[in-house]
Every structure is written in C-alpha cells, then in structure tokens.
C-alpha cells in the first residue's frame, strides 16, 4: 500500500531555513507528482507546490516563490521541502501528499495519500 | 481568505442530511476545472473523500456525494453519523497565477 513517511517535527529560529522530507513506498517514486500542503493551527490547507519526481520540475504557489524550494533524491525514493526565511507565520503542519496524475503528463491536482504531517514550529 | 468560499460550519442530528457549499469563481469552478473534497479527523491528515466532482474512491461511503454547477460545488452527506464529525474541505485548480491549486476555508461539521 502507499505510504509516505515524513521525518519529524522541527523547532527553529526566525530568519532560519528548515528542510522536510517525504520517503514514499508502496509505488514507483517517479511514477507521480508530489504536492506540499500546509495548515496552520486552527486553520485550513493551504498549498504550496509540487515537483514532478521524474522530471525534477516545479510549480511554486506565487506566494511562497523566492522562498521555497522542492526537491527529491530517486535513489531513497523521498522528496524535500526547503522553507528559508522563517517567520512565525511559517508556523504549521506541513504535508507531502501525492497527485493521482502520472508524471508523464500533467498534474491532476487531487490527492490520493498524504503523509502523516510535520509540525514546524517557529519562535526566537 | 480561501480561493473557494465554505461555511465555517454546519450541523445535523444523527440521521439527517447535510450539504457543504463551495463557491469559486470564473478561474477555478466556473472555469470547468475539477472539484475535491477532504475529510479532516481531529489531528489527522487530510482523507480524499470525493474526487473530480461526483466520484467517490473505493472504501468511502455511498453517504457521501458531490456535485458541481457553474461557480460552485457542494457535497452532501446523508444518514449522518458521529464518526461524520469533522472538518470538511473543497479544492480545485485555479488557472490564473500560472496556475496553481487552492482550497476552501472548510468546514466543521458537527453532529449534534
């Protein structure tokens, strides 16, 4: 079955820069799109973007471009989110979740399996 | 504030039927781009629930339904359930801004 598996949660600096990752097993790695959503507490999802693990290809929310960065390694099968900047705003739950749409052609934007959640946490 | 307009919350007895609106604009829903909605537990991730507008995945309830006209959506769940209590969340694709996806605010269902 499809798992994603997120490492753990992070507490860090404002101004710093936190990288979390997303192993997926279960399914070709390569095969699907994976998006980053977040949640603040208390609040909705918000999304962030998405990297064709194939390709290595990104599409950015315009919110978070100039400060996010999603990459992946095929060989452990895992994506990265790299958030810099941090501000207590950046303060959420981040999500990997993957695209029903093969990487072959284009992202469906709907999401079949969500990793468990990362909490980062920002505060001096 | 969201892309797509939810209710912050509904409610029903045990039993009734309840719907969930979800109201985009001409770049997302008006635009004939696909409807999802997700079902959030308390401290869980995100659960897909319904999928392009009227389609359920396997192991969801025939309960649970979608559907979708012009600038809007909505999902209606009947034979409600305590275990139905949750947050609820619509998301599409908007093609404005290079494209990108964008969620409802959601919705907190509470079964009374």
């Known amino acids: 079955q499809v798992q994603l598996v997120q490492s753990g949660a992070e507490v860090m600096q404002p101004g710093a820069s936190v990288k979390v990752s997303c192993q997926a097993s279960?399914?070709?790695?390569?095969?699907?799109?994976m998006h980053w959503v977040r949640q603040a507490p208390g609040q909705g999802l918000e999304w962030m973007g998405w990297?064709?693990?194939?390709?290595?290809?990104?599409n950015y929310a315009q919110k978070f471009q100039g400060r996010v960065t999603m990459t992946r390694d095929t060989s452990i099968s895992t994506a990265y989110i790299e958030l810099n900047r941090l501000r207590s705003d950046d303060t959420a739950v981040y999500y990997c979740?993957?695209?029903?749409?093969?990487?072959?052609?284009?992202?469906?934007?709907?999401?079949?399996?969500w990793g468990q959640g990362t909490l980062v946490t920002v505060s001096s | 504030q969201s892309v797509l307009t939810q209710p912050p919350s509904v409610s029903g007895a045990p039993g009734q039927r309840v719907t969930i609106s979800c109201t985009g604009s001409s770049s997302n829903i008006g635009a004939r781009h696909d409807v999802h909605w997700y079902q959030q537990l308390p401290g869980t991730a995100p659960k897909l629930l319904i999928y392009g507008n009227i389609n359920r995945p396997s192991g969801v309830s025939a309960r649970f339904s979608g559907s979708k006209s012009g600038t809007s959506a909505s999902l209606a769940i009947t034979g409600l359930q305590a275990e139905d209590e949750a947050d609820y969340y619509c998301q599409s694709y908007d093609s404005s801004l290079s494209g990108s996806g964008v969620f409802g605010g959601g919705t907190k269902l509470t079964v009374l």
């Open positions: 279960g399914y070709t790695f390569t095969d699907y799109y």
């Open positions: 979740a993957r695209d029903t749409g093969s990487s072959s052609g284009a992202p469906l934007y709907y999401f079949d399996s």
């Open positions: 990297i064709n693990p194939n390709s290595a290809g990104t």
